[in-house]
């Protein structure tokens, strides 16, 4: 698991309180479209490269999918957590904030968006911890 949630627990203040209120069912499907500088302050965009390959994802999104995204998120139930899950997370996650676990491998500075700008690291962290498994 790569910078998510493993439970219902783990999801921001934020996104519980959108889906208590149900505010994400009036959210405009082209928000994102708009607010290009803050969703890049959100997911930890860090440079030039990082940017233009965020903004053409944005531009690329369609509504629809987005806002079926936001209601799977709101409404998703999770409690239950596999002992045997390798979790990788940023420790500058401001979607997800890095849950304090002692089973999740720590990417330092990792952000959102590490998949992308550190996926070097998490390369080398998979290869390591996959020869592990029996």
Do not use: C
């Amino acid at each position: 698991l790569i910078s998510s949630a493993a439970s219902r627990h783990e999801l921001s203040k934020a996104e519980l309180l959108l889906g208590r209120t149900g505010l994400y069912k009036i959210l405009p499907g082209n928000i994102l479209h708009n607010i290009n500088f803050i969703i890049g302050h959100l997911i930890g965009l860090q440079s030039r490269e990082d940017k233009a390959l965020a903004t053409e994802m944005i531009v690329n999104i369609s509504p629809h999918f987005f806002r079926w995204a936001i209601t799977q998120i709101i409404r998703w139930e999770n409690n239950a957590v596999p002992d045997n899950m390798i979790r990788l997370h940023g420790t500058a996650d401001k979607i997800i904030p890095f849950p304090n676990d002692g089973n999740i491998i720590p990417v330092k500075d990792g952000t959102h968006f590490m998949v992308f700008n550190k996926a070097g690291e998490i390369n080398s962290i998979l290869q390591t911890e996959l020869v592990k498994i029996p």
